[in-house]
């Protein structure tokens, strides 16, 4: 026995000594009468108790013999996914290499000492026979490297794991994005062996494919492309799109380095009754290492049922009668009009009802009173409706359409901003911007360069121009031109600057010099 904190033989008696010398003076005058037998048992117990403490506070270690290495296990993992297939380790595939290293240098000298287990990864881990080395085929779709060395950490627990060996080209391709997060902390070393040559094939790969859901029929869809290109530079190359096979698009891409990734985004109107497979590709060039990932294809389904949208109209006039005829045309909406036409014999409002099959009746008082009636459609439009109009419990029903059942409310005309009526109703959050002018200024932040629009003039601001429901032209720069040649609005409401998170896509000035929104889009809750 030896101690982890060494206790000198100096130590040791000074120690003795005072050990013996505080249980003596403890018992000198007892408050009980002692025997002498008592007294002498009572010092001997103390001391006894004391030295133990000082032992244990310089810890006492046992060494053990040393066990047999052969009960330690190492577990050799070998990668097997499709990037394993690249020639270029040593004239040969990367799979191929690493199971000649297995077999003629790692089995053969971890043997002399430890029990071996050979397993492959890639979807997952699977056991391997030392026999089938030669056999191994890179046919995985990914590798989840972490996953496999939680596996085995958790195979393997409570059993003596000299390390963990892994001969892989260093890609975990796992869908946790190998984060680490599962691989598990601590536990046996992990000795990687990298296979392939250290600076990498040259390579074009189509990263990923997303699109847009199509929510209407005859609806455009953003398709958002991602590619990289490694081993060429700067060289430029072309990026096809396809629908269904057919070529839609081809765009010259020029890298801005070596290796940095590239988002392209192509405009494309997915078929309305069929499925739609778009793919993006680009060719194969003949210096390529792997053409497998020069292609990637998503799914665009049709849109579902037709999208109902509800417009109430606080009195007849040109630009809601513009606003239902687009959305009527549109053959993937069913709108619903309701119309203020004016006041009977008994001072009720009267109104003009237009709405499909069974939702006429619902309508008769000018809105909807119940919230599953409102949550039928998808979208409010609100023309020219004074606050006073509604009740309060409209007012809040109309938040919880966009903010609970996800619809799309879209407000306008002077009348619906008059006096600031929807100010400090349930409303009011729902809206993009402030109902005030105090913020006013903070709109100037958002208008794009160049001189400030004439009075009532509307002008795109910077995210304006990029937005899809401002887009008019073909290209940003006909959009612009486009809503320059508008004749100025005939008024104008002075509103607040954009909510935290809103987007103020046109504006105008007024006189005096203030600037206000004419174009404002927030998300609410579920909807917009």
Same mark, same amino acid.
């Given at each position: 026995?030896?101690?982890?904190?060494?206790?000198?033989?100096?130590? *040791?008696?000074?120690? *003795?000594? +005072?050990?013996? !010398?505080?249980?003596?003076?403890?018992?000198?005058?007892?408050?009980?009468?002692?025997?002498?037998?008592?007294?002498?048992?009572?010092?001997?117990?103390?001391?006894?108790?004391?030295?133990?403490?000082? %032992?244990?506070?310089?810890?006492?270690?046992?060494?053990?013999?040393? *066990?047999?290495?052969?009960?330690?296990?190492?577990?050799?993992?070998?990668?097997?996914?499709?990037?394993?297939?690249?020639?270029?380790?040593?004239?040969?595939?990367?799979?191929?290499?690493?199971?000649?290293?297995?077999?003629?240098?790692?089995?053969?000298?971890?043997?002399?000492?430890?029990?071996?287990?050979?397993?492959?990864?890639?979807?997952?881990?699977? @056991?391997?026979?030392?026999?089938?080395?030669?056999?191994?085929?890179?046919?995985?779709?990914?590798?989840?490297?972490?996953?496999?060395?939680?596996?085995?950490?958790?195979?393997?627990?409570?059993?003596?794991?000299?390390?963990?060996?892994?001969?892989?080209?260093?890609?975990?391709?796992?869908?946790?994005?190998?984060?680490?997060?599962?691989?598990?902390?601590?536990?046996?070393?992990?000795?990687?062996?990298?296979?392939?040559?250290?600076?990498?094939?040259?390579?074009?790969?189509?990263?990923?494919?997303?699109?847009?859901?199509?929510?209407?029929?005859?609806?455009?869809?953003?398709?958002?492309?991602?590619?990289?290109?490694?081993?060429?530079?700067?060289?430029?190359?072309?990026?096809?799109?396809?629908? /269904?096979?057919?070529?839609?698009?081809?765009?010259?891409?020029?890298?801005?380095?070596?290796?940095?990734?590239?988002?392209?985004?192509?405009?494309?109107?997915?078929? @309305?009754?069929?499925?739609?497979?778009?793919?993006?590709?680009?060719?194969?060039?003949?210096?390529? !290492?792997?053409?497998?990932?020069?292609?990637?294809?998503?799914?665009?389904?049709?849109?579902?049922?037709?999208?109902?949208?509800?417009?109430?109209?606080?009195?007849?006039?040109?630009?809601?009668?513009?606003?239902?005829? +687009?959305?009527?045309?549109?053959?993937?909406?069913?709108?619903?009009?309701?119309?203020?036409?004016?006041? /009977?014999?008994? /001072?009720?409002?009267?109104?003009?009802?237009? +709405?499909? !099959?069974?939702?006429?009746?619902?309508?008769?008082?000018?809105?909807?009173?119940?919230?599953?009636?409102?949550?039928?459609?998808?979208?409010?439009?609100?023309?020219?409706?004074?606050?006073?109009?509604?009740?309060?419990?409209?007012?809040?029903?109309?938040?919880?359409?966009?903010?609970?059942?996800?619809?799309?409310?879209?407000?306008?005309?002077?009348?619906?901003?008059?006096?600031?009526?929807?100010?400090?109703?349930?409303?009011?959050?729902?809206?993009?911007?402030?109902? /005030?002018?105090?913020?006013?200024? %903070?709109?100037?932040?958002?208008?794009?360069?160049?001189?400030?629009?004439?009075?009532?003039?509307?002008?795109?601001?910077?995210?304006?121009?990029?937005?899809?429901?401002?887009?008019?032209?073909?290209?940003?720069?006909?959009?612009?031109?486009?809503?320059? !040649?508008?004749?100025?609005?005939?008024?104008?409401?002075?509103?607040?600057?954009?909510?935290?998170?809103?987007?103020?896509?046109?504006?105008?000035?007024?006189?005096?010099?203030?600037?206000?929104?004419?174009?404002?889009?927030?998300?609410?809750?579920?909807?917009?």
């Amino acid at each position: 026995m030896h101690f982890a904190y060494p206790l000198p033989w100096w130590l *040791a008696l000074a120690l *003795a000594a +005072a050990i013996g !010398a505080a249980a003596f003076f403890q018992y000198r005058r007892p408050l009980a009468p002692l025997t002498r037998g008592q007294r002498v048992t009572l010092v001997a117990l103390r001391a006894v108790v004391l030295a133990a403490i000082v %032992l244990f506070l310089f810890r006492p270690m046992i060494t053990l013999p040393p *066990a047999a290495s052969q009960d330690a296990i190492v577990p050799v993992l070998i990668d097997v996914s499709r990037s394993m297939r690249l020639e270029d380790a040593d004239g040969q595939s990367r799979v191929a290499r690493a199971a000649a290293i297995v077999k003629t240098d790692l089995m053969p000298a971890l043997a002399r000492q430890f029990h071996t287990e050979l397993y492959s990864v890639g979807d997952g881990l699977a @056991p391997a026979a030392p026999g089938a080395l030669d056999r191994l085929s890179a046919d995985a779709r990914r590798t989840d490297l972490a996953g496999a060395l939680a596996s085995i950490r958790e195979r393997y627990r409570g059993q003596r794991v000299a390390g963990i060996v892994m001969l892989s080209d260093g890609g975990d391709t796992s869908r946790a994005g190998g984060s680490g997060g599962s691989g598990g902390e601590g536990g046996p070393p992990v000795f990687a062996v990298g296979i392939g040559s250290p600076d990498g094939p040259r390579d074009r790969e189509v990263l990923g494919i997303t699109a847009g859901d199509p929510h209407l029929d005859q609806a455009s869809v953003d398709l958002h492309v991602t590619a990289v290109s490694f081993g060429f530079g700067r060289t430029p190359f072309p990026l096809r799109v396809l629908a /269904n096979g057919r070529l839609l698009d081809t765009r010259r891409i020029v890298p801005p380095a070596d290796g940095s990734p590239i988002d392209e985004v192509f405009t494309v109107s997915p078929d @309305p009754l069929n499925a739609t497979v778009y793919s993006a590709e680009i060719p194969v060039d003949d210096a390529e !290492a792997v053409a497998e990932n020069n292609s990637r294809a998503v799914l665009v389904s049709p849109a579902g049922r037709k999208r109902r949208v509800l417009l109430v109209e606080g009195a007849p006039g040109f630009e809601h009668s513009f606003i239902k005829r +687009a959305l009527a045309n549109d053959p993937a909406l069913e709108v619903d009009s309701v119309t203020r036409k004016g006041r /009977n014999a008994e /001072n009720q409002d009267t109104f003009f009802v237009q +709405a499909g !099959a069974g939702r006429s009746a619902m309508l008769t008082a000018g809105f909807p009173q119940r919230r599953q009636d409102l949550f039928a459609y998808d979208g409010l439009v609100i023309a020219n409706v004074e606050t006073d109009f509604f009740t309060r419990a409209q007012l809040a029903m109309a938040a919880d359409f966009v903010a609970e059942r996800g619809g799309g409310l879209l407000v306008l005309g002077g009348r619906s901003f008059a006096k600031r009526g929807l100010s400090g109703t349930p409303l009011e959050e729902a809206l993009p911007v402030e109902l /005030n002018d105090r913020l006013g200024g %903070l709109v100037r932040t958002s208008l794009a360069s160049g001189p400030m629009p004439p009075h009532n003039k509307v002008m795109l601001t910077g995210e304006g121009e990029a937005h899809p429901i401002m887009r008019i032209g073909s290209s940003p720069d006909e959009t612009r031109k486009i809503w320059a !040649a508008l004749p100025p609005l005939a008024a104008s409401a002075t509103l607040g600057g954009p909510r935290p998170g809103a987007t103020i896509l046109a504006l105008t000035t007024a006189p005096g010099g203030g600037v206000f929104p004419v174009v404002a889009v927030q998300r609410y809750g579920q909807g917009r």
